[in-house]
C-alpha cells in the first residue's frame, strides 16, 4: 500500500471511533503527555508546542490547557506564506499563545491555511525559536513499530524537527486504531523517538 492509500484507510478507520470513545483516550494520552513533561526533569519554565485538532485527531487541548495552568508557555504552528517560507526554508514556526486567548488566534482557528508575517500580530502571539522548546507534540495519521510516521503529505514537521535542541521532547499522539504493520517511508521521513497512544 502506498502512502495516499494508508493515509485514505487509517483516516477512515481513525473516523470512525465513536466521539465519546475518541474524548476518553484524548483525555488518556493528554494526561501520559503531562507525566512525561514532568518526569523529564527540565529546570524553570518550560515551553510546550501542541497543535489544534482537525477532524477526528487526537485532542491535545486537554494538554495544552494543563500546561498553561502550570505556568508553561504553550505554543502552535502556524503555517507560513509561501514567501515567508522561501525566506526562511520552513513552512511553519510556532507561536506561543496565552491561555485563553486561543479565541483571537487566527492560526489556530484555521491550522492549514498560511498566514504572512503581517496577517499575525507578533506581539500578541511571537515566535517561539525552535531550541526554546521542551516539547513539540507531533500529529500523525498512522505509525508502526518503528516510530515512523505518515503524516498528511507536507513535509512540514520533517523539515521543523531537525531545528529543534537535541533535549527537545518530540512525541507523536495518536490513537491505538492508527498502528499499522509498516510505514512506507522516504529519505526525508523522520522516524518519531516517541508515540503515545491510547
Request: net charge negative; aromatic share 6%; charged share 20%.
Amino acid at each position: 500500500m502506498d502512502k495516499a492509500e494508508l493515509r485514505r484507510a487509517v483516516i477512515a478507520r481513525r473516523d470512525a471511533i465513536d466521539l465519546d470513545v475518541r474524548a476518553a483516550k484524548s483525555a488518556v494520552v493528554c494526561a501520559r503527555l503531562v507525566e512525561l513533561l514532568e518526569s523529564s526533569g527540565a529546570a524553570g519554565q518550560r515551553t510546550v508546542a501542541v497543535y489544534a485538532a482537525m477532524g477526528s485527531e487526537v485532542n491535545p487541548a486537554a494538554f495544552a490547557a494543563a500546561a498553561a495552568k502550570r505556568g508553561w508557555r504553550v505554543a502552535y504552528p502556524c503555517m507560513l506564506s509561501a514567501t515567508d517560507a522561501m525566506a526562511c526554508g520552513q513552512c511553519m514556526c510556532m507561536r506561543a499563545v496565552s491561555a485563553g486567548d486561543a479565541s483571537e488566534a487566527p492560526f489556530i482557528a484555521h491550522p492549514t491555511r498560511a498566514f504572512a508575517a503581517t496577517d499575525v500580530d507578533s506581539d500578541h502571539f511571537p515566535i517561539v525559536p525552535a531550541a526554546e522548546l521542551d516539547m513539540v507534540v507531533v500529529p500523525l495519521v498512522a505509525f508502526d513499530r518503528t516510530g515512523a510516521r505518515l503524516g498528511y503529505g507536507g513535509g512540514c514537521y520533517d523539515r521543523y524537527l531537525p531545528m529543534l535542541s537535541p533535549a527537545c521532547q518530540i512525541v507523536g499522539i495518536a490513537f491505538d486504531e492508527q498502528r499499522v504493520d509498516h510505514v512506507p517511508t522516504d529519505a526525508h521521513d523522520l522516524p518519531l523517538p516517541n508515540i503515545v497512544s491510547a
